[in-house]
C-alpha cells in the first residue's frame, strides 16, 4: 500500500549543538546514536500481526512526511499547551522532527520574523493545502 516515492525531499533544518553541549544538536562525526552491531533482519511472513503493524507504522509515517512537505510555504496554524493558537509560515523540520523552522510567527503578543517551535510544545496544527 506505500505510495510513490517523495518527488521533492522534506527540507531540513540543521541544528548546532547549544554551548553547553548537552542540548539538541548534531554529534560532530554526524552520528546521532551508537553504531549497532549487524544482525541479519528476520523477515516475517507477510500474514503475521508483527508485519501488519510494521506496514500501518510505514504508511502513517509515510503520510506524515508527506503532509511536512505540502507544509512548506504556506501558512499553518498551531495549537500550542494551554491552547494558545498561533499562525506561522512553515519552513522546514530537522531531521528528528522534533523542531519545527516557521517564519513571520503571529502570536498573541506580537510577530516574530523567524522562530522554532518544538513539536513537544504543539498539541495539533491545520493548514489547507
Known sequence: MMQT???TPVPVLRLPR???GSN???APDGRRAPLKPEVPEVLEPPESREF??????A???ERYLRSLLAMVGRPVCFTLHEGVQVIAHFGATDLDVANFYVSQLQTPIGVQAEALLRCSDIISYTFKP
Open 5 to 7: 516515492p517523495l518527488a
Open 18 to 20: 547549544g554551548p553547553d
Open 24 to 26: 539538541r544538536g548534531f
Open 52 to 57: 501488519q503493524e510494521q506496514q500501518a507504522r
Open 59 to 61: 504508511s502513517l509515517r
